[in-house]
């Protein structure tokens, strides 16, 4: 793979750090609001997506240096990281909400192919921006649907630039920084929400 530089690879795991700091406070706000069963989906997604982008960031840093091609971290990346965010979803949506408490059920199916995954990812991520607005717009937290839109937005601008990748070293440096934005906002707003009592 062409462009991949040591400060890229570096980059690459600023998103899924601050995904990481984003499903430690969620889990933490919503332990005593969700099941038993909710709250393991919650977990088991949150591991996954980490991993996922753990597993891709450790990928190109490896590259990067000359340590090895080591492709099955690169590979590992869609089926973890799209299994994981619709099961995050899942659990979102399972925890009980102040003034009503949804209950939906999804399974994900186990596939080869990259694209159920990919379609996967992204209703999870979506269902999931869409979960936290509703809390947020619930909670008179305007800025916090703000910050969910903008992930939301970000977000299929990576679908877009993922379309159109070409593997050049601007086009991961351009997909590096709208991920770093879409994880960003996300996380801004579950603080703005964590600090307005999410957990209570």
Do not use: E
């Amino acid at each position: 793979m062409n462009g991949i530089s040591v400060p890229m690879a570096v980059v690459d795991f600023i998103p899924v750090v601050l995904f990481f700091i984003t499903a430690i406070i969620l889990q933490r706000d919503l332990y005593n609001k969700t099941s038993k069963g909710a709250f393991a989906l919650l977990a088991a997604g949150s591991i996954m997506v980490f991993l996922g982008g753990g597993f891709k960031a450790t990928w190109k840093l490896l590259y990067a240096l000359n340590i090895c091609d080591f492709d099955a971290l690169n590979k590992a990346m869609f089926p973890m990281q799209g299994s994981g965010f619709l099961l995050f979803f899942v659990g979102l949506l399972r925890a009980k909400d102040r003034r009503q408490d949804a209950a939906v059920l999804a399974v994900p199916a186990v596939y080869t192919s990259n694209l159920i995954f990919i379609i996967m990812q992204t209703v999870g991520l979506a269902g999931s921006q869409a979960v936290l607005a509703i809390r947020a717009a619930r909670m008179k937290k305007g800025n916090a649907v703000i910050c969910f839109a903008i992930s939301f937005i970000f977000m299929l601008a990576m679908g877009y630039l993922g379309s159109r990748f070409d593997s050049s070293s601007r086009m991961n440096w351009i997909a590096q920084l709208t991920n770093i934005v879409s994880q960003g906002a996300l996380l801004t707003g579950v603080i703005i929400l964590h600090k307005a009592g999410l957990d209570k």
